[in-house]
């Protein structure tokens, strides 16, 4: 007799027990905790916009509006062109595009090329690199006030340390403040120090991203430092140049703490007279709110057109 079979068979085999195809899983669990997360998640966001649309949205708006308006004891009437007939018939008006234009170029000049070499520089040096970080970004985290008076001591006609240094030299001394030919390039040198330092930390974070390949690939080629920049630093780093180049515009045309603490912000001879201190007089010195609106309107105008440019041209080198 042989004995039983420990298989059971497939009558035997117990099947789990299915749920009623009319019955759906239970998930009540996991959906609330889903809206919880996407109700705070989009909490979140609607905080951030509607502080961004209070700060930055609502004042451009306000500001078109008062372009076409005046104010009078309290009244608001409109007057259409009115305000920007004021401001292009006022005499300070085309100096002190002149005078933007020219700190602008003279920005660029300095302030676009010294950031780029000296993150170069530091790139190059292998040894004390986070301590040369930190001392070209220190004038950044100085307040304003204290580098304008740094700079004050600087360039004084009676004691200042740049006339020192010339009469050391043989040199005659000068009049960096008072005279108008050097008032504005004075204002572009602390400007320039004053601001690089951030320029500067996102070049070499650029420049890091270099591979070494690249330059090993050059000096087979026989580059030398000169060549190894223009062929494969310049390149390589391009669109973040490109970019740096708009901000440093846009930043520029709206230069106004530098020269207001510098020269009093008008200079000798109105030499740095710049758009947005005459958007100030107009607001604050003339009580002509509306001149000043539809002269900062003026401003975001040419602003807008200059980054529509920016991107215009971004698309055509993409393609």
């Known amino acids: 007799m042989s004995a039983p079979s420990l298989t059971p068979s497939k009558a035997a085999r117990v099947r789990p027990a299915q749920p009623p195809a009319d019955d759906p899983p239970r998930r009540g669990g996991s ?23 209070f700060f930055s949205w609502y004042p451009m708006v306000r500001e078109f509006l008062l372009a076409f308006q005046k104010t009078d004891r309290g009244e608001v009437s409109w007057v259409g062109m009115d305000n920007l007939s004021t401001v292009f018939n006022d005499p300070a008006f085309w100096q002190a595009w002149r005078n933007t234009a ?40 100085l307040p304003p006030v204290a580098s304008v008076l740094l700079f004050k001591y600087l360039y004084d006609p009676g004691y200042g340390l740049l006339n020192e240094v010339l009469g050391f030299f043989g040199l005659p ?12 390039l ?11 330092g951030g320029a500067a930390l996102i070049y070499l974070a650029a420049l890091q991203g270099i591979p070494g390949e690249l330059y090993e690939a050059a000096e087979l080629d026989g580059a030398g430092l000169l060549r190894k920049i223009w062929h494969v630093t310049i390149p390589q780093t391009r669109l ?22 510098l020269t009093g912000g008008a200079g000798p001879e109105g030499s740095t ?8 007089q107009y607001a604050f010195n003339f009580n002509n709110y509306g001149a000043a609106a539809a002269l900062g309107l ?7 057109g200059v980054s529509a440019a920016y991107v215009k041209l971004s698309r055509v080198e993409d393609e």
């Open 31 to 53: 959906f609330g905790r889903s809206l919880k997360r996407n109700l705070t998640a989009h909490g979140f966001l609607i905080g951030a916009v509607l502080c961004f649309a």
């Open 173 to 184: 001394e000068q009049q960096w403040l008072q005279d108008p030919g050097l008032s504005m």
């Open 240 to 261: 973040i140049l490109s970019l740096m180049l708009l901000m440093q515009v846009i930043a520029t045309m709206q230069v106004f703490v530098e020269p207001f603490l």
């Open 102 to 141: 020219l700190f602008t170029v003279l920005a660029l000049v300095l302030g676009f090329a010294v950031p780029f070499v000296v993150a170069i520089v530091i790139n190059e040096l292998r040894h004390g690199m986070g301590y040369l970080r930190l001392l070209v970004y220190l004038p950044v985290m």
């Open 298 to 304: 003026l401003l975001l105008v040419l602003l807008a």
């Open 273 to 280: 007279t710049t758009v947005v201190y005459l958007i100030y």
């Open 186 to 196: 004075s204002v572009v040198i602390a400007s320039t120090w004053m601001n690089m």
